[in-house]
C-alpha cells in the first residue's frame, strides 16, 4: 500500500507540472493585458513603469520559472514561518496579485472560510439527503418514493444552479421575503441570534447547491444498490435469518458505499475551489467569487495560482478515491 | 424398508407449491401473464433422508428450494417444514424459523458477502439467534470450521482468497451454524471441478450421518444424486414427473421423461456405453410462461397419446413408493379421484391457512 501510495505521489509531480504549464501558458495567451486595468489618465511613461514593476514584460519562461519557485518554494516557507514563528522565507518575493498588490495566497486564506461554511456545508447536506434516499428508492424499486426521487434527482442534475438560484430567490427572498438574497460576509458570529442569522442567509445557497450534489450522490446509490441487492450473498443473508434492516444496511449498503465513497471523494476539490456560479448568483465573497473577479481584472497570478490549487486537489483527491476503494474492498489489493 | 418409513412423521411437506413470477409488459406494465416456474409441487422428506430433485435447467429445481425456505413469496401452496407452515408464517416467525432451515448456495463465491472475514460470515448467524457471549462464539465458529475441514488460521480472511472448494465449505459451514434440521443444498457442487465436487459430496454425507440432517439436493448431476439420494424427484417444467427411491429410479425409470434424462447418464464401461440405449428428445422445452394444456412433456414425449394434450397427469403412487405422473399408469387407479381435484385441494389450502 505505502509504495503504491509513493508511486502515485511519484507520477503526480509530473502531471502536476505539465498542467502547470498548461494553465501558466492558456492564461497567458488570453486576451487583455493588466495594463487595461490602469486607468488612462496615467500617463505612458509611468504606465510602462507599473508594468514593470509588475514583471509583465519578462520572458514567458522566466515568468513561469518565478511563479513556481515561488508557488512551491517561497510560499510554503512563508506558511511554515507563518506557523511556527521562524524566519525561513527571509522577505522574499511572494506571488502579488496583479490588482490588490497584495500576496494572492493571502486572499486565497480570507476567502477559504466563506467558500468552506457555505459549499461545505450544502455538500455535507448533500450526502445526508442523498444516502438515505438513494439506499430506499433501490430498495422499494418503482415506489412512488423512488419515482418521486428520480424526478428530483432529474430536475436536480439537468437545470443549472444559475437557473435554480435565481429561481430560488424569486421564490423565497423576492416574493415570499422568507430569506436574504444576498450572503453578508461581514457577519460574524457573536451570539444565538447571529448564529441563526448565519444559518438563514445560508439556506438559500446551500438548497441550490445540495439540491446539485444530492441529485448525482442519490443516483450512484440508487443504482449501486440495485446492483448489490440482486447479488447472491443478499440472499445468503435472508436465508440467514437477519432481519431486513440487518440485511439492507449491513450487507448491502456496506458494499454499495464502494463506489459511491469514490464518487463523493472526487466531488470534494470542488467544495475548495469553489462553486463559481452559485457565489455568484448569492454574492458570497468565496474562492469562486475571487477567481471571477481575478478573471475580470486580468489578474494573471490570481488566476493561476488558484486554477493550479484546484489541480492540485483534484490529483490529490483521486489518490485518496483509490486507496479509500483498496480499504472499502478487501478484494482490491495495490502491491 | 419404504413401507416402514412410511410410519415416521416427514420433517419437510410440501403440498401444492406453486410459484408464478408475474409478466408485465406494455406501456402500463400491465399484468399479461405468469412465469409458471413451479406449478403445483407435492412431496415429502422424512428426517434423516435425502431427496434428490433433479431436471434439466430451467426446470424449476432451484426454484422450488428457495421458494422452500421462502426466499420467494410462494404463489400457493403449503410448505411444512418441523410442524410449521412455513409459507405462511409472519415476516418475525420466519426469522426465527430460519435456523431449522438452511441452504447451501451454488455458486460459492457470489453468495458470499465480499467484505465480510469467513468469521464474520460464519459468526453472523450466531449475533443474531444466539445469546452466546464472545468466547463462546469464537469457539463455535472453529468447531464449524474444524468441522468442515478448515484450518483455523483462516478466520480472518476474506472470501476471495479462497479455492472455490474451500469457498463452498465455508457455505456450508455457515449454513451449520445454527444446527439446522433441514439443508437445501442448490446445486452445491454444480460451479466445483471435479475432484472437489467429491470431497463437498463426502463432507455433505458425513455431516449428515454425524448430525442427522435432511437434504433436498438439487443438482443436474444425475450420478451424484444417484450416489447420494435416498429417494429423487425429476422435474420437468416446474411439475414433478417421477417421485421414486433412488435405485428403483435409475435401475427402471418409469416416466417417459424420467427414463429419456437417464440413459443420458454417463457409462464409464466403454462396452455398456456402446450398447446404451440412449433416448434422445426432439424439440425445445415449452416456455413456462405458456406450458401445453396437457401433460407439460406431451410436446417431446416419444409415447404421447390423445389424452396427453387434454389433460394434466397427476402425480400418483403406481407402485409401492413410486409416484408417476403419466397417463401410461393411470389406468391403475380410478381417474376420477385423481383428475380433478387439484383445484379444490388448493381451494381448501387457502381456507385452512387464512
Known amino acids: 500500500m505505502l509504495t503504491y501510495v509513493l508511486r502515485r505521489l511519484f507520477i503526480a509531480i509530473p502531471t502536476l507540472l505539465l498542467i502547470s504549464v498548461v494553465i501558466f501558458f492558456l492564461v497567458d495567451l488570453a486576451p487583455g493585458s493588466p495594463a487595461s486595468e490602469i486607468p488612462l489618465t496615467v500617463p505612458p511613461e509611468v504606465r510602462a513603469k507599473i508594468l514593470e514593476s509588475l514583471g509583465v514584460n519578462a520572458p514567458f519562461h522566466v515568468r513561469y520559472l518565478l511563479w513556481l519557485k515561488q508557488f512551491f518554494w517561497v510560499e510554503p516557507m512563508y506558511a511554515i514561518d507563518y506557523l511556527f514563528g521562524t524566519d525561513y522565507a527571509q522577505g522574499a518575493q511572494r506571488i502579488i496579485s496583479y490588482s490588490s498588490r497584495s500576496p494572492v495566497f493571502n486572499i486565497i486564506i480570507e476567502r477559504l472560510p466563506q467558500t468552506l461554511t457555505v459549499i461545505g456545508t450544502a455538500y455535507a447536506v448533500a450526502i445526508l439527503i442523498a444516502l438515505p434516499i438513494g439506499i430506499y428508492s433501490a430498495y422499494r424499486q418503482y415506489s412512488w418514493v423512488d419515482q418521486l426521487g428520480t424526478f428530483v434527482s432529474m430536475v436536480g442534475y439537468s437545470v443549472p444552479t444559475f437557473f435554480t438560484g435565481v429561481v430560488l430567490i424569486v421564490i423565497f427572498a423576492v416574493k415570499l421575503q422568507w430569506f436574504p438574497s444576498i450572503y453578508d460576509t461581514t457577519l460574524r458570529i457573536t451570539d444565538w441570534g447571529s448564529l441563526w442569522k448565519q444559518i438563514h442567509q445560508m439556506i438559500l445557497p446551500v438548497a441550490v447547491l445540495g439540491l446539485y450534489n444530492a441529485a448525482e450522490i442519490s443516483r450512484y446509490t440508487r443504482s449501486s444498490m440495485l446492483e448489490n441487492l440482486s447479488q447472491d450473498y443478499v440472499r445468503t443473508a435472508r436465508a440467514k435469518g437477519m432481519s431486513e434492516r440487518v440485511v439492507v444496511l449491513k450487507h448491502v449498503a456496506r458494499n454499495s458505499m464502494i463506489p459511491v465513497v469514490t464518487i463523493i471523494a472526487l466531488g470534494l476539490p470542488g467544495v475548495f475551489g469553489g462553486a463559481i456560479v452559485t457565489e455568484q448568483v448569492f454574492k458570497i465573497n468565496g474562492i469562486g467569487a475571487a477567481l471571477i473577479g481575478a478573471i475580470h481584472a486580468n489578474d494573471l497570478p490570481m488566476v493561476q495560482t488558484i486554477t493550479f490549487i484546484t489541480a492540485i486537489l483534484i490529483v490529490t483527491f483521486n489518490l485518496i478515491a483509490d486507496i479509500l476503494y483498496g480499504v472499502l474492498d478487501p478484494r482490491i489489493r495495490y502491491d | ?332 387407479t380410478t381417474a376420477g379421484t385423481t383428475g380433478v381435484p387439484e383445484a379444490r385441494i388448493e381451494h381448501n389450502q387457502q381456507g385452512a391457512s387464512k
Open chain 2, 1 to 332: 424398508m419404504l413401507d416402514a418409513s412410511r410410519q415416521p412423521e416427514p420433517l419437510v411437506r410440501v403440498e401444492g407449491l406453486k410459484m408464478h413470477f408475474p409478466i408485465y409488459t406494455g406501456l402500463f406494465r400491465s399484468h399479461t401473464g405468469d412465469v409458471k416456474a413451479v406449478d403445483g409441487v407435492s412431496f415429502d422428506i422424512l428426517p434423516g433422508e435425502t431427496l434428490g430433485l433433479v431436471g434439466e435447467s430451467g426446470c424449476g429445481k432451484s426454484t422450488v428450494g428457495r421458494a422452500l425456505l421462502r426466499l420467494y413469496e410462494p404463489t400457493a401452496g403449503r410448505v411444512i417444514i418441523d410442524g410449521e407452515d412455513v409459507a405462511h408464517l409472519s415476516a418475525e416467525k420466519l426469522r426465527q424459523k430460519r435456523p431449522t432451515m438452511q441452504m447451501v448456495f451454488q455458486d460459492p463465491q457470489a453468495s458470499l458477502n465480499p467484505r465480510m472475514t469467513l468469521a464474520g460470515i460464519i459468526g453472523e448467524p450466531l449475533d443474531e439467534h444466539t445469546s452466546m457471549s464472545r468466547a463462546e462464539k469464537t469457539q463455535r465458529i472453529y468447531e464449524l470450521m474444524d468441522q468442515v475441514g478448515l484450518n483455523r488460521r483462516f478466520a480472518n480472511r476474506y472470501p476471495h482468497e479462497f479455492s472455490g472448494g474451500q469457498r463452498q465449505r465455508i457455505g456450508i459451514a455457515r449454513a451449520l451454524a445454527l444446527n439446522p434440521k433441514f439443508i437445501v443444498c442448490d446445486e452445491p457442487i454444480a460451479a466445483l471441478d471435479v475432484s472437489i465436487q467429491a470431497q463437498v459430496v463426502n463432507l455433505l454425507e458425513d455431516l449428515q450421518e454425524r448430525l442427522g440432517l435432511t437434504y433436498l439436493f438439487i443438482s443436474h448431476d444425475l450420478s451424484m444424486v444417484r450416489h447420494l439420494a435416498d429417494r429423487v424427484a425429476v422435474m420437468y417444467l416446474g411439475r414433478i414427473a417421477e417421485l421414486s427411491p433412488s435405485k428403483d429410479l435409475y435401475s427402471r425409470p418409469l416416466h417417459p421423461y424420467a427414463e429419456a434424462l437417464l440413459s443420458a447418464v454417463n457409462e464409464p464401461d466403454p462396452e455398456l456405453a456402446a450398447r446404451r440405449n440412449r433416448i434422445i428428445l426432439k424439440g425445445d422445452v415449452p416456455s413456462p410462461a405458456n406450458p401445453p394444456q396437457g401433460c407439460n412433456f406431451c410436446t417431446r414425449c416419444p409415447r404421447v397419446f390423445d389424452l396427453c394434450r387434454q389433460v394434466k397427469p397427476d402425480l400418483q403412487e403406481v407402485e409401492p413408493g413410486r409416484f408417476v405422473a403419466c397417463h401410461l399408469f393411470s389406468d391403475k
